[in-house]
Each structure stands twice: as C-alpha cells, then as structure tokens.
C-alpha cells in the first residue's frame, strides 16, 4: 500500500501566474473568501428588506465580506496542516488527533474575528438590545458556529487534496507522455542502428564487387546514392514524424542502390495519392519493410522482383501499402514469433505514436508474395 508518512503533493507546474507572481495565489484566495461572503450576506439582507427593516446596504455587506474573509489569513496554515498531516495514509489517525485540536484553535480565531467585526461594524439597526460584551458574544458564536466552522476547515482540507491530487495526476501524466516520447525515440534510434551497419556493410560489399568486376561507372553511381542517402538520413535524424513526401525521398535512395545490386532483377513502382504527400507518418518507416521484402522475399526467389508502394485516403485515414512478388510468408509465420528487428520496432513505434488509431497487417497476396498495410491517422503538416 502506498505510504503518505511525508509530504507527497510537490508538483508544481512548470511555468503559469501562480509561479510568476507568488502572491497572486493569496490574492486569489482573498477573492474567493470575499465572494462567499457576498453570496452569503446577500440573502439575508433581502430577507431582512422584505420583513421591513431599514438595515444599511453597505454595513450589512461590509460585514458578510469581512466575516468571510477573515479565513483567508487562516486558509495557509490549514493547507500547510493538511499538507504535513495528511488524513490518509497508514498515520491517519495519529493526524486526526492534531487536526481537531487545530481545528478548534482556528475557530476559536475565526469566531473572535467575527466577533470584532460585528461590534465594530454593528450592521443591524438593532444592536442596541443585544449584548456587547465580547466574550459573551464570543462564547455564543463558538457554540452557534462549530458545525459551520467544521465544514469550511474539512472543505478547505478536501480542496487543497482536490488541487494536489489534481497536480499530481498532470505530474505523472507529463511524465507518462516524456517516457512515451523516449521510448518512442530510443526505438528509432535502434532502427538506425540497426539500418546503418547492416545497409553499410552490404552496400560497400557491393561496390567493391563492382570495382573488381570493372564496372567503375556503376560503383561511383552507387557511391554517389549512398552519399545521398546517409546526407538525407542525417537531415532528419531528429524527426519523429516527416512527411510522405520526404520518406519517399529516402525510400527512393534506398531503392536506387538496392537496384544497382539486385541489377535487372527488381523492378519499382510507386502509386502516390497527391493527396498524402504531405501526410506525416514515422520517420523510416518505410525502409524495414522494404528490406524485409528484399531479404526474405525477392532475395530468395530466383524469378524477377518487383515492389510497389501505395498510398491512399481511406475512410479519412492514412493507407500505406507495401507489396512485393518475392517468396511469401512461411506458414503460420507470425509477427511476435518472427526475428525481424525492424518490423518489431516499426509495429512498436506505431503503438507509441498513435496508440488504438492505428492498424499493422502483413500477409501473403493471393498472386504471389508479400504485402503490408499500414492504416495511421492523417493528419497533414500545417503551413
């Protein structure tokens, strides 16, 4: 059971009124005390005006205000009890053998406040016949007020748990969303971890092979696409999200040098809605597909390759489809079951990004080969 023994409501939002003016608070509090008041005073005074009493306007609200704004001095020290001895937890009880105590000093305060302040306002025409001496007013307001004054010291108490609870709950809430993000991040960084090595190695492999075999003209274009390809990918290396466009842009690098490789042998299409090219979707989130469909699929068939992306608006979302004619799924292969990183990571960053507004799906095509969709929302980013 989660233990309270200290003060446990510290949050403090980052920046606001309350923190560039620490004063405006009390202020705040003042004016809340005095508008009670006002709404207190305001019925009596009517009920008195109808039954034909001439009770000034002015004493009879100067009263209810001062009255009720004589807890304002008071409301610090019961927040800092309710802070520093909290009714809840394993000492509760402990607390509440404080509290009534305290209670009963900060009504006794209060009731000689309001006490003053009728024999020094002496709002009702009346007064005359009534006592004036303080003490015997003041023992009767103690008596007549004490369950009163016990509403308004437990509703400050339940307000001051209210707001730090409140405070708490954003404070656990901002942190929820920083660890989503870095979590979200340290995924796409492990994508490029993983994308950089493997992709490197395999193409310097191939472009010495290509110097060997004297195909110097294809080398350096090779070269050249790499250059590229790690320039875009430095670009936007900070980017959670980058429009379709610019992942198309990367895709297409990718692709080029994967062509050089794979010679005549692959074959690339893409079907763009205009519509989606500024569509934001997560950053590579193309690439781990597309070598998965090179690897797994065209890699290990010996007929000619083809891959086709496509892109669409469907049902007011994102539809990202990635098809290739390579050698399909094994069967009953599924996803948590296989070892590819990539998709892993990518399905990850999906859930993080977009939680249930998302949707994965990777089967095998009735014609042959693999296909992958991908449904996020769309959103498009705003100029």
């Not at 409501?9 to 560039?20: A, D, I, L, N, V």
């Not at 006592?131 to 007549?144: H, Y």
């Amino acid at each position: 059971m989660e233990s309270f023994e200290s003060p446990i409501y510290t949050f403090e939002p980052q920046s606001g009124p309350f923190q560039r003016f620490p004063g405006l608070k009390w202020l705040v509090v003042v004016g809340v005390w005095a508008f009670i008041g006002v709404v207190y005073a305001a019925p009596i005074y009517m009920e008195m005006r109808s039954e034909g009493m001439g009770h000034s306007i002015v004493k009879v609200f100067a009263w209810g205000i001062i009255t009720w704004a004589a807890w304002a001095p008071l409301t610090p020290l019961m927040v800092l009890m309710a802070r520093r001895l909290p009714l809840v937890g394993s000492r509760w009880k402990q607390n509440l053998a404080i509290h009534i105590p305290a209670f009963l000093v900060f009504s006794a305060l209060h009731s000689a406040a309001a006490v003053a302040t009728v024999l020094t306002i002496r709002p009702w025409d009346n007064m005359e016949s009534s006592p004036t001496d303080f003490w015997t007013r003041f023992l009767s307001r103690m008596k007549g007020a004490f369950g009163a004054d016990l509403l308004v010291y437990g509703g400050v108490v339940g307000v001051c748990y209210a707001i730090d609870y409140y405070q708490k709950y954003r404070e656990r809430e901002f942190m929820a969303t920083q660890l989503e993000a870095q979590l979200a991040q340290a995924q796409l960084d492990s994508l490029r971890m993983q994308l950089h090595p493997h992709f490197l190695f395999n193409t310097l492999n191939g472009i010495v092979g290509l110097v060997r075999d004297h195909k110097n003209e294809t080398a350096v274009n090779m070269l050249v696409g790499l250059s590229d390809l790690l320039r875009h990918a430095l670009e936007h290396s900070d980017q959670q999200e980058v429009e379709l466009k610019e992942e198309l842009s990367f895709t297409k690098l990718y692709l080029n040098i994967q062509q050089m490789r794979f010679s005549d042998r692959l074959q690339i299409a893409f079907d763009i809605d205009p519509a989606t090219s500024r569509a934001l979707v997560p950053n590579l989130l193309l690439q781990p597909l597309l070598e998965n469909a090179l690897r797994h699929g065209i890699g290990r068939s010996a007929k000619e390759g083809s891959i086709r992306i496509t892109s669409k608006v469907e049902n007011g979302s994102l539809l990202i489809l990635v098809s290739d004619n390579g050698a399909g799924l094994p069967q009953n292969w599924q996803l948590k079951s296989g070892n590819g990183i990539g998709l892993a990571n990518t399905v990850a960053r999906l859930q993080q990004l977009y939680g249930e507004n998302h949707r994965f799906d990777i089967r095998n095509r009735d014609e042959g080969g693999v296909e992958v969709e991908v449904v996020m929302p769309l959103r498009l980013l705003e100029i």
